[in-house]
Structure formats: C-alpha cells, structure tokens
C-alpha cells in the first residue's frame, strides 16, 4: 500500500513537471520569436543558426527558469542592443508600422479607380450644331 502511494506522488510530480516544462518550453519559443538576432538583424533568434542566436536562446531559457517577467527579458536585450532588437516595434511605431501600409492601399485603390473611371468616361463628341459652328 505504501509502494502504491508513493508511486502515485512522483508519477503526480513528474506530470506536473512535465506540464511545467511544457509551458515554459512555449514561452522561451515566444520570447525568440519576438526577437532579431543581433548578428544580421534579418531573422528571429528562434530561427537564425549563428553563435549569437544560439548564446541568447541558451541565455533566454536561463532568464526564464530563473523566474524573470517576459517585460524583464525583453527590457534586458533593448538595454543592451535597443529597440532594434524586436521583431515588432511597441507603442506609436507599433501602430503606424500597421497603419501606413492600410492606408497607402486604400488611396492607391482610390486612384486606381478615378483613373479607370476617367479613361473609360465617354468623350464630348463634336457636334455640328453646336456652339462652336459658324452659321
């Protein structure tokens, strides 16, 4: 009975660790996928096989099992590389980075369509009783 009880305790231990290990396995995945490796700042760290993006994915799991906010993580790389180092920017650039590109399809659209309008509007045809005709 003993044997029976202390089996159920550590497969108990083991799920939760599991479940734990889980969760921050997808949180050290998110937090790479937020940042530009720093080395040709064309992908995320979570993806780019240089040294660096392998040194800040080891460096990020560390900062994560220590118990360290994602804003904490975050705040750290743009101390040391700036706001480069996001893959989005926050705030005011944040939404005219989403903004700018709407708007410019809209109005190019919107000319798109007067020009068409134009082109295919009928010309005033000549008319010999008109008003420029000599009598």
């Known amino acids: 009975m003993r044997n029976k009880a202390k ?3 550590v497969a108990a231990a083991l799920l939760a660790a599991a479940i734990a290990w889980g969760q921050n396995s997808g949180r050290i995945r998110a937090l790479q996928e937020k940042l530009i490796a720093p080395c040709c700042w064309s992908e995320s760290v979570a993806m780019h096989r240089s040294e660096v993006a392998a040194e ?22 743009k101390a040391k590389y700036g706001t480069r180092i996001l893959m989005e920017p926050e705030g005011q650039l944040r939404l005219w980075a989403y903004t700018i590109p709407i708007v410019a399809s809209i109005l190019g659209l919107a000319l798109v369509v007067w020009i068409i309008r134009r082109m295919v509007k009928p010309q005033p045809e000549n008319s010999p009783g008109g008003a420029g005709a000599v009598s």
């Open 56 to 77: 800040m994915r080891a460096e990020i799991a560390r900062m994560v099992n220590e118990g360290r906010s994602d804003r904490e993580i975050l705040d750290f790389y």
């Open 7 to 9: 089996f159920i305790w």
